[in-house]
């Protein structure tokens, strides 16, 4: 069974309706609570950076099989500048902006399996997963 | 959506409960009101609850930084109180661990770590009687 939902992100509040939708999907799947905030928090993080760094983009959120285990999957994409390096951009404190630098990072350690796609000048696409 | 986060005195203090997901310019302007009515009401103590929030993430924890921060330079304390344990699991996995931010279980003992901080505070101050600030008085 897949569902596919997908929203924009084209301004700050957003952020917070995805927030809110995969705090949905997230319960559809029957993930615990822990997971949930962790999947939530993870997703604001790369939202944000889709926004701010990206210029705009979507979330796309869907409910997957992964390995016999209902998941969560989201696709977080923007059409950005990409990113030029991303073996630095996925180290603790690194920014380019005026951030923490944990965005990228910290949304890595939150989830189960975190893929991330990148190129100067067409855009970024991360997929964030979190299963049962 | 809300447009503001209520700001309540009581005495010296200052009281604030965050119920709703705050999308980031709320969450600027909070750090903006509240500074603002530091200095206004003279706070010496500052209580944010935050039991309605179902998460915080680094640009919300980066806020209660700021504000833990701009708060001790104004000369008022401030607790951070009722986090969710699910929450608290995450923003240290995310790699926030609020350092140099006093946080308490609930309101009742924010409440009181708030009142010993502040009348040692003050015990500490001999001339704190008659503390007529004469820059301070001008301002109003």
Same mark, same amino acid.
């Given at each position: 069974m897949t569902t596919t939902q997908t929203f924009p992100l084209k301004q700050e509040t957003d952020i917070v309706v995805v927030r809110q939708q995969v705090r949905k999907a997230a319960e559809q799947a029957r993930l615990g609570l822990v997971s949930q905030t962790k999947i939530v928090t993870a997703a604001s993080e790369i939202a944000r950076n889709a926004l701010i760094y990206g210029g705009g983009g979507e979330c796309r959120i869907e409910q997957q099989m992964r390995d016999g285990r209902t998941a969560v999957c989201l696709i977080i994409s923007d059409q950005g500048? &990409?990113? /030029?390096d991303l073996d630095k951009a996925m180290?603790? &404190?690194?920014?380019? #902006?005026? #951030?923490? &630098?944990?965005g990228l990072s910290g949304a890595r350690r939150l989830v189960d399996d975190f893929v991330i796609r990148s190129e100067p000048g067409n855009g970024t696409v991360v997929e964030l997963w979190k299963w049962r | 959506m809300v447009d503001r986060i209520p700001i309540l005195k009581m005495g010296q203090y200052l009281l604030l409960s965050i119920q709703v997901d705050m999308h980031d310019q709320l969450a600027i302007d909070l750090q903006e009101d509240l500074t603002e009515q530091i200095v206004r009401h003279k706070a010496k103590g500052v209580l944010i609850d935050i039991s309605s929030l179902e998460i915080v993430d680094s640009f919300i924890g980066r806020m209660l930084a700021h504000i833990a921060n701009v708060s001790r330079i104004l000369d008022a304390k401030v607790i951070v109180v009722g986090m969710q344990p699910a929450v608290a699991i995450t923003l240290v996995e995310l790699g926030l661990s609020l350092e140099g931010i006093a946080t308490a279980l609930n309101v009742e003992k924010g409440m009181r770590w708030l009142e010993r901080t502040v009348d040692r505070d003050m015990s500490l101050e001999? /001339?704190?009687?008659?503390?007529?600030d004469i820059s301070a008085e001008a301002g109003n």
């Open positions: 500048p &990409g990113i /030029e180290v603790d &404190g690194y920014t380019s #902006g005026n #951030g923490l &630098g944990l | 001999p /001339e704190s009687d008659d503390d007529t």
